[in-house]
């Protein structure tokens, strides 16, 4: 067993291992009952980093094959392949155990996250549309974390967060998201404060 998804109350989503090979069962249950069984290749997501999406037509496994990451889109009702499309052809080798999530999700688009020597990108792939909405190119810094948050996704790099709308993939750099710049200097006294003393100030005396 590599990896287990919950869906909903009733519905969790299997990744087991080949055991004589490099691919991935995935399997959807249903109250305890197996429903369809899959084979992919191998399974880019790890215990508690998933690589799993899903809405309600489909569910999507991020994958590795020829050392690229790739996304399967398989049919929620009988798993049946509906199609594939590769996150970083432009790019080299992916880097399997990367930090940070492999895969996010708001069951209408998945959110993929690649990374490799030098590089990471982030994908958003629509579920029920097959194909990559937009891509985002980010520095090479490693990924330390990532979430979804009131129509954005975000990612943290270098303790910093960046945060792209979930429909665009514009990136937001308002206050607001990611807090005012930082105080350089000595900041200005408060007014009302007292001044502070200083060498030759009326208040400094002589020991």
Same mark, same amino acid.
């Given at each position: 067993?590599?990896?287990?998804?919950?869906?909903?109350?009733?519905?969790?989503?299997? +990744? *087991?291992? #080949?055991?004589?090979?490099? *691919? =991935?069962?995935?399997?959807?249950?249903?109250?305890?009952?197996?429903?369809?069984?899959?084979?992919?290749?191998?399974?880019?997501?790890?215990?508690?980093?998933?690589?799993?999406?899903?809405?309600?037509?489909?569910?999507?496994? *991020?994958?590795?094959?020829?050392?690229?990451?790739?996304? !399967?889109?398989?049919?929620?009702?009988?798993?049946?392949?509906?199609?594939?499309?590769?996150? =970083?052809?432009?790019?080299?080798?992916?880097?399997?155990?990367?930090?940070?999530?492999?895969?996010?999700?708001?069951?209408?688009?998945?959110?993929? +996250?690649?990374?490799?020597? /030098?590089?990471? *990108?982030?994908?958003? !792939?629509?579920?029920?549309? /097959?194909?990559?909405?937009?891509?985002?190119?980010?520095?090479?810094?490693?990924?330390? =974390?990532?979430?979804?948050?009131?129509?954005?996704?975000?990612?943290?790099?270098?303790?910093?967060?960046?945060?792209?709308?979930?429909? =665009?993939?514009?990136?937001?750099?308002?206050?607001?998201?990611?807090?005012?710049?930082?105080?350089?200097?000595?900041?200005?006294?408060?007014?009302?404060?007292? #001044?502070?003393?200083? !060498?030759?100030?009326?208040?400094?005396?002589?020991?």
């Amino acid at each position: 067993m590599i990896d287990e998804i919950k869906l909903d109350d009733r519905a969790k989503i299997l +990744v *087991r291992a #080949e055991a004589s090979g490099e *691919r =991935s069962f995935i399997e959807l249950q249903v109250d305890g009952e197996l429903k369809w069984q899959a084979l992919v290749p191998t399974y880019a997501g790890r215990p508690g980093v998933p690589g799993i999406a899903w809405s309600d037509k489909v569910v999507s496994v *991020r994958v590795i094959r020829d050392h690229r990451a790739e996304v !399967f889109a398989l049919s929620m009702h009988d798993s049946s392949k509906l199609g594939g499309i590769h996150l =970083s052809p432009d790019k080299g080798p992916v880097t399997r155990d990367a930090p940070g999530p492999v895969t996010l999700t708001d069951n209408v688009r998945s959110y993929e +996250v690649v990374s490799g020597d /030098g590089w990471n *990108r982030i994908a958003a !792939f629509g579920l029920n549309l /097959g194909k990559i909405l937009w891509k985002r190119d980010l520095a090479p810094t490693p990924i330390e =974390s990532g979430g979804i948050d009131a129509g954005y996704v975000w990612l943290q790099q270098g303790g910093v967060k960046r945060w792209f709308n979930v429909f =665009s993939g514009k990136e937001d750099r308002s206050v607001d998201k990611i807090g005012p710049p930082p105080q350089i200097g000595v900041p200005p006294t408060p007014s009302g404060a007292p #001044e502070a003393e200083s !060498f030759g100030s009326a208040a400094s005396k002589p020991l």
